[in-house]
C-alpha cells in the first residue's frame, strides 16, 4: 500500500503545506484561532467521510468519538491527572478504538437508516452518561479550565495542531488511495459483486468503523485541548451535523472536500453569527443550493468544470 500522488496532487500538497505554514504568520490571533478550527473540524470530517464517502454508511453518531476525545482529554488533564500529553493522547487513541471495536460489533448489524439511528442512540446514551456520572465528568457544567499542552499559544499551539493535521492527512489518504481504500468504493459501488470475489465485506466496513473512530477521537481531544472545555453537548447530534454538512459542500470520498467543507461551514459560522443567531439557515440554503446543482460537492463541481474548460481549449 501507498499513498498515490501524481505530479499535480505533489505540486498542490506542497502548495497547501507551504501556505498552511506560512500564512499564520501574519494573521491576528482571531483570525489564527479560526485556522486552527478549520484544522481540527477538517480532520472530523475526513473521519466521517470515512464511512460516509467511502461505504456509504450515514451515521448520525459519530459525535460518540468526537466527545470521547474530548472527555478523556478533559478527565486526564484536569488536575494534571496524567502530566504527559503523549501519554494522554496514547490512552484517548487507545479508548476510541476500544469503543469503535465494541460499537461496530453492534451497529454493523443493521443497515441504512436503522445504521444511522443505532450510533445516534449511542451517542445519546454516552451524552446521559457524561451528565449524570458528575463526579467524574462534571454533570451539566462540563470540565473547564484544561491546560492546553505545555501550555502552548498562539502561533506554537497552531503548529502543534497543524502537525497533527498533516499527520491525519497523511495517514487518511493512505488508507483511501491503497487497495483496501478502492475495495471499501467497490463495496460500497456493488457489495453483492464484491462478496461474490471473495471478499469478507462485514471485516472492511469494520475495520473502516474503527479507523473512522479513532481519527474522530484524536479530532476531539485536539478540540478539548483548543476549547479548554469538555462538555456533554459534543456528543449532540449537531457535532455530527456539522461533519455531515461540511463533507456533503466539501465532497464526499475527497479529503480535499473535507477540508474545504470544514473551511466554508466554519467561516459562514463566524460571518453569519455576527449579525443573525439563524446561521444555520443560511447554511441550510446554502446546502440545498449544493445538492441541486452540485451533488459531487463544491470540490466536485470545480473538477468538473475545470475539465469541461479545459477540453473546451483544446
Not at 467524574?136 to 479550565?145: H, K, M, P
Not at 499551539?157 to 487497495?179: A, D, M, Q
Not at 462485514?202 to 477521537?217: E, H, M, P, R
Request: aromatic share 16%; with cysteine.
Amino acid at each position: 500500500m501507498g499513498i498515490a500522488l501524481d505530479k499535480k496532487s505533489l505540486m498542490a500538497a506542497i502548495a497547501g503545506v507551504l501556505i498552511l505554514t506560512l500564512v499564520p504568520l501574519g494573521l491576528s490571533r482571531y483570525a489564527l484561532n479560526l485556522l486552527i478550527q478549520i484544522l481540527i473540524y477538517s480532520i472530523f470530517a475526513m473521519s466521517f467521510d470515512l464511512l460516509l464517502g467511502y461505504l456509504g454508511m450515514l451515521s448520525f453518531g459519530h459525535a460518540a468519538f468526537w466527545g470521547l476525545g474530548v472527555y478523556m482529554y478533559g478527565i486526564l488533564k484536569s488536575g494534571d491527572l496524567v502530566g504527559s500529553f503523549w501519554l494522554v493522547l496514547a490512552l484517548a487513541v487507545l479508548g476510541g478504538f476500544i469503543m469503535a471495536l465494541f460499537v461496530g460489533v453492534l451497529v454493523l448489524r443493521t443497515t441504512g437508516v436503522y445504521f444511522a439511528f443505532v450510533n445516534f442512540a449511542i451517542a445519546q446514551m454516552l451524552m446521559s452518561a457524561s451528565i449524570k456520572w458528575r463526579s467524574l465528568t462534571g454533570g451539566e457544567d462540563g470540565i473547564s479550565g484544561l491546560p492546553r499542552p505545555w501550555e502552548l499559544e498562539g502561533l506554537h499551539f497552531y503548529y502543534f495542531i497543524f502537525l497533527f493535521f498533516c499527520v491525519c492527512f497523511l495517514l487518511i489518504r493512505w488508507i483511501t488511495t491503497s487497495r483496501y481504500g478502492k475495495t471499501l468504493i467497490g463495496i460500497r459501488e456493488n457489495p453483492l459483486r464484491m462478496q461474490a470475489l471473495g471478499y469478507n465485506i462485514w471485516i472492511y466496513k469494520y475495520s473502516c468503523f474503527v479507523f473512522a473512530g479513532v481519527f474522530g477521537t484524536v479530532a476531539g481531544l485536539l478540540f478539548g485541548s483548543y476549547n479548554r472545555f469538555a462538555s456533554p453537548e459534543d456528543f449532540s447530534l449537531s457535532v455530527t451535523g456539522l461533519a455531515l454538512l461540511m463533507v456533503l459542500i466539501g465532497g464526499k470520498a475527497s479529503q480535499m472536500g473535507s477540508i474545504l467543507g470544514a473551511m466554508i461551514i466554519i467561516l459562514l459560522y463566524q460571518l453569519v453569527s455576527a449579525y443573525t443567531e439563524h446561521w444555520l439557515l443560511v447554511v441550510g440554503v446554502i446546502f440545498v443550493l449544493v445538492v441541486i446543482f452540485a451533488r459531487e460537492g463544491v470540490t466536485g463541481y470545480a473538477v468538473k468544470t475545470w475539465k469541461r474548460i479545459s477540453h473546451g481549449s483544446t
